[in-house]
């Protein structure tokens, strides 16, 4: 069956980075791209990017530019989520997400699949 | 960025109820807009794609509709496995923002 299966929770330290893998099986990797979101305690659910799993493209929310990467290794089919300069406020837990297309001119992209989530806590 | 935000935040229904929840965008946003569905401590599950289209596997009582601005989010009939937290979610231009979310608890 189709899932995702990432990896498991992380402790760090403010100022550290943490990378967080999310392994796909049960469909053809690089025909779906992966979105990655997170919820922090209590809160909503907040879109981070997403990264094509053909060709690597990625867009970034604006407000963690330069602070995250999104890259996938199609060998393994595993989509990684790094973010650096962590802050206590980068606790949360951390979802992958395969993006399902309806292609046309301008395509609309859902979430159909998704990981269990990777629990991240920064704190000294 | 398209903002998105959705009424109530929270509501109290029984089993049976007919329950709709409303998600308005600040802009434009044709049907690009998708629901999720989320109980505590677990991931999302896609609901209703492009405003309307009934993701596989969801029941029949949920439906999606709206275009444009606003949208809405309809479960005919209450069932336990049906509390849970809803969000709305654009996806017409990047970053695809969600909306708050809408809790329905049991009353």
């Known amino acids: 069956q189709v899932q995702l299966v990432q990896s498991g929770a992380e402790m760090k330290k403010p100022g550290a980075s943490v990378k967080v893998s999310c392994k796909a099986s049960?469909?053809?990797?690089?025909?779906?791209?992966i979105s990655w979101v997170r919820q922090a305690p209590g809160q909503g659910l907040e879109w981070m990017g997403r990264?094509?799993?053909?060709?690597?493209?990625?867009n970034y929310a604006q407000r963690l530019q330069g602070r995250v990467t999104m890259t996938t290794d199609t060998s393994t089919s595993t989509a990684y989520m790094e973010l650096r300069s962590l802050r206590s406020d980068d606790t949360a837990v951390y979802f992958c997400?395969?993006?399902?297309?309806?292609?046309?001119?301008?395509?609309?992209?859902?979430?159909?699949?998704w990981g269990e989530g990777t629990t991240v806590t920064v704190s000294s | 960025d398209i903002q998105m935000t959705q009424s109530p935040s929270s509501l109290s229904a029984s089993m049976g109820d007919r329950v709709t929840i409303t998600c308005r965008a600040t802009?434009?946003?044709?049907?690009?807009l998708n629901w999720y569905q989320q109980k505590p401590g677990k991931a999302p599950k896609l609901l209703i794609y492009?405003?309307?289209s009934l993701h596989s596997g969801v029941p029949s009582s949920f439906s999606g509709s709206g275009s444009g601005t606003d949208f809405t989010l309809t479960i005919t009939s209450l069932q336990p496995e049906d509390f849970a937290t809803y969000y709305c979610?654009?996806?017409?231009?990047?970053?695809?923002?969600f909306g708050p979310g809408t809790k329905v608890d049991i009353k």
């Open positions: 492009a405003a309307s």
């Open positions: 049960g469909y053809t990797f690089t025909n779906y791209g």
């Open positions: 997400a395969r993006n399902a297309a309806i292609i046309r001119w301008h395509p609309l992209y859902y979430m159909d699949v």
């Open positions: 979610q654009q996806s017409y231009r990047t970053p695809f923002t």
């Open positions: 990264v094509s799993a053909y060709n690597g493209n990625t």
């Open positions: 802009q434009n946003i044709s049907a690009y």
